[in-house]
């Protein structure tokens, strides 16, 4: 991911170019699957959106469920690659739907900052339909560049869910690929690269339970990207800091982030 976001920071300094997303910068889809863990029960599901088909793993537990979790992956691999972040939500009466949003896994097309957000709505309101969703209670968790994503649906369904879990959190994509740079294009950087959201701008407006997981030894999303989210968040927060590397709060102490996500719904 350095790399890719020093490319992009060559890129705009050597040349005189218009705001744009520069999208193909943030996302590295994986068509590799996983095995499956054998030990959770699962459905797969494709949903047909526009031109494309997204794939997803709907997780069960066992027995009822206790809630809902609609999973928005990272920037890189696929939703087999996050399993060991699901896992014990499931194990703890969690049943967790993991999208793979366009270009990942089985999935078709090309993710863009703009479709994967219109995805995301999408996969929402599907969920919403299911039969064994209804009666439920709904939240949302982001992992790394997916907390973009579950910030947006937050702010635009406050009233259908009861809480947001953002683990590696982004303020943006903006602020993302100015703090891979070097110090001289940061500038540049923040000119010429537009975010057409930002969890950041979102976090206000969302008025649920907001649970923000970081490492301050992350190397991959800088710490003070997920406090700037935890700063601006109004509601109810909690800033769950773990000594780790990226998204690995789930493998070092699954017990008690799993306590914490439930005292957002109780």
Not at 51 to 57: E, G
Not at 117 to 139: E, H, I, N
Not at 157 to 172: H, R
Not at 202 to 223: C, R
């Given at each position: 991911?350095?790399?890719?976001?020093?490319?992009?920071?060559?890129?705009?300094?050597?040349?005189?170019?218009?705001?744009?997303?520069?999208?193909?910068?943030?996302?590295?889809?994986?068509k590799?699957?996983?095995?499956?863990?054998?030990?959770?029960?699962?459905?797969?599901?494709?949903?047909?959106?526009?031109?494309?088909?997204?794939?997803?793993?709907?997780?069960?537990?066992?027995?009822?469920?206790?809630?809902?979790?609609?999973?928005?992956?990272?920037?890189?691999?696929?939703?087999?690659?996050?399993?060991?972040?699901?896992?014990?939500?499931?194990?703890?009466?969690?049943?967790?739907?993991?999208i793979?949003?366009?270009?990942?896994?089985?999935?078709?097309?090309?993710?863009?900052?703009?479709?994967?957000?219109?995805?995301?709505?999408?996969?929402?309101?599907?969920?919403?339909?299911?039969?064994?969703?209804?009666?439920?209670?709904?939240?949302?968790?982001?992992?790394?560049?997916?907390?973009?994503?579950?910030?947006?649906?937050?702010?635009?369904n406050?009233?259908?869910?009861?809480?947001?879990?953002?683990?590696?959190?982004?303020?943006?994509?903006?602020?993302?690929?100015?703090?891979?740079?070097?110090?001289?294009?940061?500038?540049?950087?923040?000119?010429?690269?537009?975010?057409?959201?930002?969890?950041?701008?979102?976090?206000?407006?969302v008025?649920?339970p907001?649970?923000?997981?970081?490492?301050?030894?992350?190397?991959?999303?800088?710490?003070?990207?997920?406090?700037?989210?935890?700063?601006?968040?109004?509601?109810?927060?909690?800033?769950?800091?773990?000594?780790?590397?990226?998204?690995?709060?789930?493998?070092?102490n699954?017990?008690?982030?799993?306590?914490?996500?439930?005292?957002?719904?109780?």
């Amino acid at each position: 991911m350095k790399k890719a976001f020093f490319l992009l920071a060559v890129l705009l300094l050597s040349t005189h170019l218009l705001k744009a997303q520069f999208d193909d910068k943030f996302y590295f889809p994986n068509k590799t699957w996983k095995a499956l863990d054998s030990s959770m029960q699962v459905e797969e599901v494709n949903l047909p959106v526009d031109t494309v088909t997204l794939n997803a793993l709907f997780f069960k537990p066992v027995g009822q469920p206790k809630a809902t979790v609609l999973f928005c992956h990272g920037a890189g691999g696929n939703v087999t690659f996050y399993q060991y972040m699901v896992k014990p939500l499931v194990e703890h009466g969690y049943q967790v739907f993991m999208i793979d949003f366009r270009g990942y896994g089985k999935s078709s097309g090309k993710p863009t900052h703009l479709n994967i957000a219109c995805d995301g709505q999408v996969v929402f309101d599907y969920l919403l339909g299911r039969p064994d969703v209804k009666g439920t209670k709904m939240l949302l968790f982001g992992a790394s560049i997916g907390t973009q994503v579950a910030t947006r649906l937050a702010r635009d369904n406050g009233d259908k869910i009861q809480a947001l879990v953002l683990d590696g959190a982004i303020s943006s994509f903006t602020d993302l690929a100015a703090a891979y740079a070097p110090a001289e294009q940061q500038a540049m950087i923040k000119q010429y690269l537009t975010s057409p959201y930002a969890a950041k701008t979102d976090i206000p407006f969302v008025k649920l339970p907001v649970l923000i997981v970081h490492s301050k030894e992350d190397k991959e999303v800088p710490f003070a990207l997920a406090e700037a989210v935890y700063n601006a968040a109004i509601g109810k927060k909690e800033l769950y800091i773990y000594s780790g590397t990226h998204l690995a709060a789930m493998k070092e102490n699954a017990g008690e982030y799993v306590n914490k996500i439930d005292r957002l719904i109780y």
